[in-house]
């Protein structure tokens, strides 16, 4: 594999000003990203604090204990268990197939950064992968993108889930689910590698019983030789070693949003629109009614010293709040706010893995950790990817297409362009005065009718617009006959858009990993993984 950097546009305007670590910019942040000395500081600072390393190494290693697994990561437990180490942590939703590539690209980064920061700092660091299991929003999960006939296509998993449960609470119906990926992944094309693959997805939906234990079986399939750790959001036991921070939540409530919003406030000075959508009676916090499988955001009402969700129809006070933290931390969950707390109070955090818009929200959370007297881990931007196939790469040469515009807009201009080249313009002078003659004539007959017999008007006018239809018609075909001349160069124009800017976005954020899996085999992670990356914020192009 070879890898070029290219400096490339971040998806916001204020993660572009943060891989730039502008003054301005960096007043948002504790730590900055690209400074080795950064590390050391935050490094003196995690070990000036206590963490339940070997609770947490416990209960990482029963829930893990299900899925594939190796000696590699069993020296990461025991390396979780020592007092001077730390980790590289990042997380994502459980998309199914593991959803678009930026997965598989983040949980790259933290592998790659943990042994680079270990090798660097000279104590163990381990790399984490937290699941948003809690999660509720299932449509942003449910589907993956395939390419059909030249057109990229989304294709939804067939099982539906009306109520707002945690995607950790959601069943597989083994089946049904082997049936939707086989279709899946035979959709990408038979290759030498795609029986072996079915084969491994069956395994993984039978071993599976929820909708994350599914992704987290393939995630540990396709990382478990790289000593990587997992953990779920979700899981009822973790809430066990959270209790004690729920109610450190539950307490600080008000200031937490509180603190939140005024540093918005800040950004908003500043011109940065905020990310993170925060009422002035945020609680921050989810309440989950296991009768109903819903997973319910809480608002806190001062004046009546009440917890309320659901327009009124969930109160608590805070005794019973804290009654839940205490004895059932499993009904509580954390929002977009309070998850990164938790996170920092869990976890030995000597950098956080993010992609665009996580930096951006992140921003807005620093007064709430300075409240608990808490400095944010450095935020490091996770390497942004781009496969590009030597097939591909072909075809960009053969166009004459820049790799960076490609990557930045896709083809569609340079195909229009190319297209109006093969336009004959006496043709369509032609055709353009046929049109101007049909109207003209038609015009002159409008007004005859008028006169002679109002009562024809809609007749001519249907007559007129089928007339018109039939100009329309034979233009268009004759414009397909002369494209039809120049096929193979149209199909690649879109070949090379569908691999590198499908449906108008970035690859990694629309294709699916195992469509290059069952076209490179197994070995492309490992291949992935043995990569030199440097964490610069530049775009790398991996050419397989």
């Known amino acids: 594999m070879e890898i070029l950097n290219l400096s490339l546009p971040a998806t916001n305007r204020f993660a572009t000003e943060y891989l730039e670590q502008t003054p301005e910019i960096q007043r948002y942040f504790h730590y900055r990203f690209n400074d080795h000395l950064e590390y050391e500081k935050r490094l003196t600072e995690i070990q000036q604090r206590s963490y339940m390393r070997n609770e947490l190494a416990a ?23 020592e007092e001077n180490s730390t980790v590289i942590i990042g997380g994502q939703q459980a998309g199914i197939l593991t959803g678009p590539l930026y997965t598989i690209h983040k949980i790259i980064s933290i592998i790659a950064l943990a042994k680079q920061k270990e090798r660097e700092l000279n104590v163990p660091v381990v790399p984490v992968f937290w ?12 589907h993956v ?28 119906n083994h089946d049904l689910c082997y049936q939707w990926v086989e ?69 600080n409530c008000k200031e937490i949003t509180k603190e939140v919003k005024a540093q918005q406030k800040v950004l908003k000075s500043n011109g940065f629109e905020h990310t993170i959508d925060i009422s002035d009676q945020a609680a921050n916090l989810f309440y989950y009614d ?19 969700g659901r327009d009124g129809q969930i109160q ?17 969950s954390n929002n977009v706010v309070t998850r990164p707390l938790m996170q920092e109070w869990i976890f030995p955090t000597l950098s956080f893995i993010a992609g665009p ?4 929200y992140w921003a807005e959370l620093k007064q709430a950790f300075e409240w608990f007297e808490l400095k944010m881990p450095p935020i490091v931007p996770r390497l942004n990817i781009t496969l590009l196939d030597r097939s591909v790469e072909t075809d960009m040469d053969e166009l004459g297409l820049d790799l960076r515009e490609t990557l930045i807009v896709g083809t569609e201009k340079k195909k229009r362009d190319f297209l109006q080249t093969l336009k004959d313009e006496n043709l369509d002078k032609l055709f353009e005065k046929m049109k101007q003659d049909l109207l003209l004539n038609y015009g002159k007959l409008e007004a005859y009718v008028t006169t002679e017999n109002k009562g024809l008007l809609p007749l001519l006018n249907k007559n007129q617009g089928k007339v018109f239809d039939q100009i329309v018609f034979m233009e268009n075909k004759l414009e397909q006959s002369v494209q039809k001349k120049y096929e193979v160069v149209i199909n690649k124009f879109e070949r090379v858009e569908n691999a590198l800017w499908p449906a108008g976005s970035p690859q990694e954020r629309t294709l699916n990993s195992f469509f290059f899996i069952n076209q490179h085999g197994p070995t492309l992670i490992s291949d992935l993984l043995n990569c030199s990356f440097i964490f610069d914020g530049t775009h790398k192009i991996i050419r397989i």
Do not use: C
Not at 185 to 205: C, N, Q, R
């Open 59 to 81: 209960h990482i290693e029963e829930y893990m204990d299900q899925f594939p697994t190796s000696e590699k990561v069993k020296v990461s437990i025991e390396k979780l268990k």
């Open 131 to 142: 699941i948003a299991g809690e999660d509720h929003d299932y449509q942003e999960v449910n």
């Open 145 to 172: 993108f395939v390419e059909r006939n030249n057109k990229i296509e989304k294709k939804i998993y067939p099982e539906k889930v009306l109520d707002k449960r945690m995607v950790s609470a959601i069943d597989l």
């Open 183 to 251: 279709g899946i992944i035979k959709s990408f094309g038979e290759t030498a590698y795609t029986k072996d693959l079915l084969l491994v997805f069956e395994k993984a939906i039978h071993e599976s019983k929820t909708f994350v234990d599914f992704f987290a079986w393939i995630v540990m399939h396709l990382f478990k030789d790289s000593g990587l750790l997992i953990i779920d959001s979700g899981d009822e036991n973790i809430r066990k070693l959270e209790k004690e921070f729920f109610i450190k939540q539950i307490k």
């Open 290 to 308: 296991r009768e109903n499988h819903e997973r319910i955001l809480l608002d806190y009402d001062d004046e009546n010293n009440l917890f309320i």
């Open 316 to 332: 608590l006070t805070i005794e019973q709040m804290l009654e839940l933290a205490g004895e059932f931390p499993e009904n509580l």
């Open 357 to 360: 818009g996580e930096i951006a």
